[in-house]
């Protein structure tokens, strides 16, 4: 009997440390709560021994007092915290019934105990291997597979919302709270959390960041509206952007603080982005008319009304040409093998190395001017890709599109733009290096690159001169130019069909006289982006000279943009480049080397005046017209 009894004491101490009811480092319950299920816990345990062995009740009430007393020391001892999670060196005695509710209740939660929350930083490090991977299932979170310290369950698991993942810093996170989930139950009361550390707020539901609906009297649409594909994909690269850090890079109104949502942080964007009908959007864009010389020094020039808190010495001190692209880079290891296995890999090399480009994003603020192409490409491209489940059926088609007009007017641009806005890998071809650098293997490239866009997406395809590649054919020998102009029509005819598919294909031409209707007929979407106007020529003015010393009045600035007119976006630029010279002109006679740049006078009227002598339009009228007659004919921006 007393070996029986002993036994029993065992596997029922044994069986109170494990009941699944007793967990007392859960800070879900009220200390008096547990000790309530503790005695609860005990006094079941001894009637049971009670009832199964004929013990007297005297017995067992003596039982139960003993190991009361005599397991709670077991409780109390040091060694044994890590059992039951270290959650407070005062949870014993209340347990003990030592403490009621009246008494103050101190939380173990010191700053010296908080865990650091370590797995959020470990989480962003591994997003290479993909979002799902990554992100803790309910029973990882509760289990703390995630790397959760002891006693410090990941409340946060319930919801698929990525951004309760990314909105909260890592670091910095307060300890959760167990069972707490954005969607239901109020926070925690402060009082558990040390001081200062307020308590977590629920999140609001999120829409795609940083575009509103709202303005529209539309009820703000659900999260989550990507198709599966996208979304990881665009959830993928939000993870890594945000191990990224902060990324010192503004375009004018439009920032891509690198943090929140898919990584772009679009907050200010909200207005002009918002879904709005193509005059609306007009209008919008219309009245962000370039100001004053708020930014200076910036490079390159970002056509906006306001300049954002990053200004124009960090966009200086980060040159363009170096900024990292986080969406390209983020590729980098991940191409599922099995999709290229069959490729060759020597293209798949050079498409990697030559034709993926990454440079940096471009903004609608970077591009002066333009504002019908803009709005049109934002209601027409932007959003049936952002949103596929808003834009379903005809609404989702144009994903081919031809920009076509004079030589340096911002078609490559837009076309970074588009990639930008969309976090989108941009895979750009010129179609003369298709067809004298690469002639022999053209087509295999032109190939390859689709491949690699599409196991990338969101893509976006940029073929400039496209009319070299799709012209009309006199000859009926196949050549390697035909075939690369079979490759690209087959290429163009997928996109069409496959509706599946986050791969947008742009192609240029300044010749779109030239290409045969059979090329003409893949592009949905056929774009005149003519010369700027002079409202774009004044924003681009101001712009380039905001990078330096300048001294021209108003009138003057009036002046040089209406002598200006017919001048490219490419022919501005070269003309401020020439004017910007003058005051290093002036200086001939002395040592340049010895200069300081604070010596130099500042540009004038005078220096534009001389530009204008050696810089003319490089399009003629008569080219011009052309384009106008062909977008009659084809063009779909009348
Ligand atoms: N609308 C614009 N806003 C600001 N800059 C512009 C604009 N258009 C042209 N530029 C300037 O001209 C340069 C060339 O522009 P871009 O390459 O986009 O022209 P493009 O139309 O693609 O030329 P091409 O037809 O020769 O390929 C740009 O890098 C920029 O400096």
Redesign the pocket.
Known sequence: MGVTLANREVVSVAHILRSPHFDISSTTRSPAHKVDVFRGHLQRTYQYAWANDDISALTASNLLKKYAEKYSGILEAPGERGLLNSYSELVPGLVNGRKNESELWQSAVTSDSVYSMSCVPDVITVSKSGLTAVLPTPADASGGTMGSPPGVESGYSSSPNLSAVYNYPPASYPPQTPGYSPGGGAPPPSTYLPSGIPAPTPLPPTTVPGYSYQSHGLSPLAPSPLSNSSAHSLKRKAFYMAGQGELDSSYGSYSYVQHRGNGFDRSVESVSLAFKPTKQLMVVDQQRKFSSQSGRALT??S?SASKNSLGPASRSSEPFGKFPSPVMSDHSEELPDEQLKNADPHLIELVTNEIINQGPPVDWS?????EMAKAAIKEEVLWPILRPDVFTGLSALPKSLL?F????????????CIASQLGATFCRISGSALISKWLGEGDKILHASFLVARCRQPSVIFI??VDLLLFSEVSEEPSPVSRIKTELLMQLDTSVTSAEDQLVIIC???KPEEMDEAGRRYFMKRLL?PL?DGS?RH??VI?LLSQHNYCLSDKEIALTVQRTEGF???D??HLCQEAVLGPLHAMQSTDLSAIMPNQLRPVTYQDFDSALCKIQPSVSQKELDVYVEWNKMFGCSQ
């Open positions: 390159p020039p056509y970077d591009i002066a001017g333009l920009f007009g004079p030589r340096g007017t911002g078609k490559t641009l837009l076309g970074r400039s001169e240029t031409t300044s982006i700027p774009a924003q681009m712009h490219s976006g490419l501005m630029t």
